[in-house]
């Protein structure tokens, strides 16, 4: 399924850069009618393709963050800074903040404190399936 999508995308992506590209040749050309019918079919084509490019691109970010998360996890018994997700997925601390206050919302995570001063998010029950 993915690679249709891959497929479809680089097909409408390509056929909408050309008709807007050929549009802009018949613009300078003095041929404004069929410069305009070429827009009218080149713009849906690119923003069909670039919505679809955008659509993979969000799912494979969501997998990767997934990914992320429960690889930590499993190194740190449960616990994970804010930092630590952070740097690991290549976040600003905003967004994996905001990443790490949902996951714990939805496994009612604790907040613990370390020794050395440090906040983590502790997700005990993820690992002891419960």
């Not at 995308?9 to 549009?23: E, N």
């Not at 040749?25 to 305009?36: F, M, S, V």
């Not at 679809?52 to 930590?72: I, T």
Request: charged content about 20%; overall charge positive.
């Amino acid at each position: 399924m993915k690679l249709i999508k891959q497929g479809t995308a680089g097909l409408l992506l390509t056929l909408g850069i050309f008709l807007l590209t050929y549009a802009a040749y018949k613009a300078e050309n003095n041929d404004l009618y069929r410069a305009k019918y070429l827009l009218l079919r080149g713009i849906p084509l690119t923003g069909a393709g670039g919505l679809l490019v955008w659509e993979m691109y969000q799912k494979d970010r969501k997998q990767r963050l997934h990914s992320v998360f429960y690889q930590l996890l499993n190194q740190n018994q449960g616990r994970i800074t804010l930092m630590q997700f952070a740097l690991e997925a290549q976040l600003t601390a905003g967004v994996a903040k905001q990443y790490l206050d949902e996951k714990a919302k939805d496994f009612g995570a604790a907040f613990n404190v370390s020794e050395d001063g440090q906040f983590y998010y502790c997700f005990h029950s993820i690992l002891s399936g419960g």
